[in-house]
C-alpha cells in the first residue's frame, strides 16, 4: 500500500532534530523496539489502518515535519570524525566511516563518520564498527583511533559542559578561541559557542561521555553541526517533542485501531498481553537460556479459545508470533546502539565486511568478490540493516525472527487447511519450538544466510498456497522471492524450483499425484509458467554478473560448488550413495554427524512422512501432495553438496515443511480414531 511506504519514510527518515523516535538509525532502546519491530509487525497485521484518513494524516503530519525541519533546521548533535594511522583497506582512507545515514557514508573522504548525538559510556557503544575490518589498524586492544569533535552549542543560560574520558586520558581543543588540554568541567556564558575537541584511544576502556551541568549534552541543550540560527535555537524544543510525539501516537493510534479492529475477547487478549510480557522478560534475563524456554509456552495457545472471527493467518500471527517477537525485543535491549566486535575468519565476519565494501566503499555490484565464494545476496541484506540500525547488529536479530515466525506461519497454513485451527496453531508452536530447543538455536541473529534464504522461500509459499487459485501476480512475486532464495544460499536450487508443486491445491494428497488426470485441472499452469520464467531470467541476471567479472557464463564458477559437492570424482559407486545418504541424513536429523537428537524428532518424523506419502503408503499418503513434494525437494540440495561447520544451519529451511507434515499426518491420525458422531471443525 502507498501509504504504508509513507509511513515507513516518515518514521525511518533521519530527523534534522536529535530525540526519541528520530528516525534512523536506530541507537536507542525505545526506537529500535517501536520502528524496528513493532511497525513492521503492524504492517503485517493491520495494514487496513491506512484505509483511515486518521492513520494517512498521523503519516502525513510526522513526513511533513522531518521534510520542514531538514529545509530550514541546522543538524543537530556533533560532528565527529574517527581516524587511524593507516588506512584499514588498500582502497580505503584514514578517515573512518561508520553505518550512520545521517553523516557522510557516501563520501571517500568524510568530513563526519558520525554524528555524535549520545554519550559511549564503553568501547561498543561507539559507531566504530570498522574496527572488524583487518588491517595495519588492527583491533582493540592493539588499535589505536584519533577522534575529533566539531559542533556547536547554543547555551540558554550560563553552565558547565565537561566531557568525562578514561581516567588518565588527555583531551585536546578549543572552546571558542580558548584552548582546553585537558578533561576538566569547563564554564561557559549563555550563547553560541564553537566546539573543538581531539583525543586518542586504545586498548579496551573507550569513553566520551559529553555533560551540561552534568545531564546528558544533546537533550539538555542545543547542539548542531554549524554554526545555529536563530530559527535553530527557537525550534529545536518544539520540533523534537513533536517528532517524537506524532511517531508515538501513530504507533499507539495503530495498535488501539487495530485491537478494535481484530476485537480479540478478553480471554485471548489476556493470552496475547501475558504470554508476551513472559516472553519479553525471558528475552531480557537471557534469549539463549531463559528464552529457549519461554517458547515452549507458545505450545499452550492451542488452548485458548479464540473468538471465530480469528481463526485464520492473522489471528495465528496474534497467538504466537507476537510472544515470539516480544522475546526478541527483549533480548535486543543490551545490544541496541552497542556493535559487535566479530571473530575474524569467521563465515558471518567475511558477511559483514563484504557489507561495508558494498555500502561504504561503493562496491554496489561487485559486493566485495567477483565470484561469490560466500553466499551472495546476504551481504546486501547485512549492508540495508546496519544503515536502518546503526553499527549495532540488532536488525539481524529481527530479521531472524521475523523469517523464522513466517515459516511457521506456513506451518499454520498448512495444517488449517489440511485440518483445524487448532492443529494450524499448534503446527506454527512447533515450528518455532524445534528451532529454540534444537541444535540449531545458536545461528539465531548470528549473521548467517540459511534463515534469510527460507524467509524468502516460505513467503513465497504463503503467497501461493494462501490462494485457492493462484493469479499472475502472485505467481511473479513468488518467483522474485524464489529468486532471492536462491540468490541468499544457492544450494537451495532445487528446492525453490519445487514452489511450483505448491500449486497443486490441498485436496490433491500425496497419494492422487501418481494420477496428474485427476488433478492436472486444478493447477494454473499459467501461474507454473511464470514462476519458471521469473526464475529463469534470474539465474540468467547471475550468470550474466558472474560473465561480466571473469568472462565465464555460469550459476557456480568462483562458489564452493567442487569443495563441498557430495560425490568426489574419486568415488566409486558405493561410496557416492553413501556420501548421499550421509549428506542428507545431516540435514534430517539436524546434527553433524549425522544422529538421533529427540529434538529434532519432529523434523525426522515430518521428512519420514513425506518420503512415505510420496511413496503411497498406507495412512501416510493422505497428506497434501504438495506440501509433500516441497519438502522432499528440500533434500535434493545435500545430494550434490554436503554442507560443512555450524550445526543446524543447513536443517532450517526444511524444519517448517516438516513440521507441518509432520503435525498433518497426526491430525489424520487423530481424525481416523475419533467416533463417527463427533463433528469436525469446519
Known amino acids: 500500500m502507498p501509504w504504508l511506504a509513507v509511513a515507513a519514510v516518515a518514521l525511518l527518515w533521519p530527523a534534522r532534530a536529535i530525540g526519541p523516535l528520530d528516525g534512523i538509525p536506530l541507537d536507542s532502546r525505545a526506537e529500535a523496539v517501536a520502528v524496528g519491530l513493532v511497525f513492521p509487525t503492524l504492517a503485517w497485521l493491520f495494514p487496513q489502518f491506512f484505509l483511515s484518513w486518521t492513520g494517512r494524516g498521523l503519516a502525513l503530519a510526522l513526513l511533513s515535519i522531518k521534510l520542514a525541519g531538514a529545509l530550514v533546521l541546522t543538524p543537530e548533535g556533533w560532528c565527529e570524525r574517527l581516524m587511524t594511522p593507516v588506512p584499514i583497506a588498500p582502497d580505503a582512507n584514514q578517515i573512518q566511516l561508520a553505518w550512520d545515514a545521517r553523516a557522510d557514508w557516501r563520501s571517500a573522504v568524510p568530513r563526519c563518520s558520525a554524528i555524535l548525538a549520545r554519550p559511549y559510556p564503553d568501547l561498543r557503544s561507539f559507531p566504530a564498527w570498522f574496527l572488524n575490518v583487518p588491517g595495519p589498524a588492527g583491533r582493540p586492544p592493539g588499535a589505536v583511533v584519533a577522534m575529533t569533535v566539531e559542533g556547536y552549542v547554543a547555551a540558554p543560560a550560563a553552565g558547565t559542559l565537561s566531557v568525562a574520558v578514561p581516567p588518565g586520558q588527555k583531551m585536546f581543543g578549543a572552546i571558542d578561541e580558548a584552548a582546553i588540554e585537558d578533561a576538566r568541567p569547563v564554564a561557559l556564558a549563555s550563547g553560541i559557542h564553537h566546539v573543538r575537541l581531539w583525543t586518542v584511544f586504545s586498548g579496551e576502556r ?13 537533550s539538555s541543550v542545543l547542539t548542531t553541526v554549524d554554526s545555529p540560527r536563530q530559527i535553530d535555537r527557537i525550534l529545536w524544543r518544539p520540533v523534537r517533542a513533536l517528532t517524537a510525539t506524532l511517531a ?12 478494535v479492529w481484530f476485537a480479540p475477547g478478553a480471554l485471548t487478549a489476556a493470552w496475547i498481553g501475558a504470554s508476551s510480557a513472559i516472553a519479553f522478560l525471558a528475552g531480557a534475563a537471557g534469549v539463549h537460556s531463559a528464552g529457549r524456554f519461554a517458547v515452549l509456552m507458545l505450545l499452550a495457545a492451542v488452548l485458548v479459545p479464540v473468538p471465530a472471527r480469528l481463526r485464520h493467518a492473522r489471528g495465528a500471527v496474534l497467538l504466537v508470533g507476537v510472544p515470539w517477537l516480544a522475546l526478541f525485543a527483549g533480548s535486543s535491549l543490551a545490544d541496541v546502539g552497542r556493535m559487535t566486535l566479530f571473530t575474524p575468519g ?9 557489507a561495508y565494501r558494498i555500502y561504504m566503499q561503493g562496491y554496489w555490484l561487485e559486493g566485495g568478490q567477483w565470484t561469490f565464494w560466500f553466499q551472495p545476496l546476504y551481504r546486501w541484506i547485512i549492508g540495508a540493516s546496519h544503515i536502518a540500525f546503526g553499527d549495532s547488529s540488532v536488525g539481524e536479530w529481527y530479521l531472524d525472527a521475523a523469517c523464522l515466525l513466517v515459516g511457521a506461519q506456513f506451518a499454520f497454513v498448512v495444517c488449517h487447511r489440511v485440518a483445524t485451527f487448532q492443529w494450524g496453531i499448534a503446527a506454527s508452536a512447533l515450528t518455532l519450538a524445534t528451532v529454540a530447543v534444537g541444535p540449531a538455536w545458536w545461528i539465531v541473529g548470528r549473521d548467517l544466510s540459511e534463515i534469510t534464504a527460507a524467509g524468502f522461500a516460505y513467503t513465497a509459499a504463503l503467497l501461493l498456497v494462501t490462494a485457492r487459485r493462484p493469479g499472475i501476480w502472485r505467481a511473479g512475486a513468488a518467483g522474485i522471492l524464489a529468486v532471492l532464495c536462491f540468490y541468499t544460499r544457492l544450494n537451495h536450487l532445487p528446492w525453490v524450483c519445487a514452489l511450483v508443486a505448491l500449486l497443486v491445491p490441498f485436496d490433491v494428497t500425496a497419494g492422487a499425484l501418481w494420477r496428474p488426470r485427476a488433478w492436472l485441472s486444478k493447477v494454473s499452469l499459467a501461474s507454473g509458467a511464470v514462476i519458471v520464467a521469473v526464475l529463469g531470467a534470474g539465474l540468467a541476471l547471475f550468470a550474466w554478473r558472474t560473465w561480466y567479472y571473469t568472462g565465464v557464463f555460469s550459476l557456480f564458477h568462483g562458489t564452493q560448488r567442487q569443495l563441498v559437492a557430495t560425490i568426489l570424482p574419486t568415488d566409486t559407486p558405493a561410496q557416492a550413495i553413501r556420501h548421499m545418504v550421509e549428506s542428507v541424513m545431516m540435514l534430517v536429523t539436524v546434527q553433524d554427524p549425522a544422529r538421533f537428537d529427540p529434538r529434532a524428532i519432529l523434523v525426522v518424523g515430518g521428512v519420514l512422512v513425506a518420503v512415505l506419502a510420496l511413496l503411497g503408503v498406507p495412512w501416510f499418503r493422505d497428506v497434501p501432495g504438495g506440501p509433500a513434494l516441497f519438502c522432499a525437494a528440500g533434500l535434493a540440495g545435500a545430494l550434490v553438496g554436503r554442507g560443512t561447520a555450524y550445526v543446524g544451519r543447513f536443517s532450517i529451511h526444511l524444519m517448517p515443511v516438516a513440521v507441518a507434515l509432520a503435525a498433518c499426518f497426526f491430525a489424520r491420525l487423530v481424525e481416523r480414531f475419533r467416533p463417527r458422531d463427533t463433528i469436525r471443525e469446519a
Do not use: G, T, Y
Not at 573507550?206 to 544533546?218: G, K, R
Not at 508515538?248 to 485491537?259: D, E, G, N, Q, S
Not at 569467521?346 to 563484504?354: C, L
Open 346 to 354: 569467521d563465515d558471518f565476519w567475511f558477511f559483514q565486511r563484504f
Open 248 to 259: 508515538m501516537v501513530l504507533l499507539i493510534v495503530w495498535i488501539a485501531a487495530a485491537a
Open 206 to 218: 573507550w569513553q566520551f561521555v559529553p555533560a551540561w551541568n552534568d545531564s546528558n549534552l544533546f
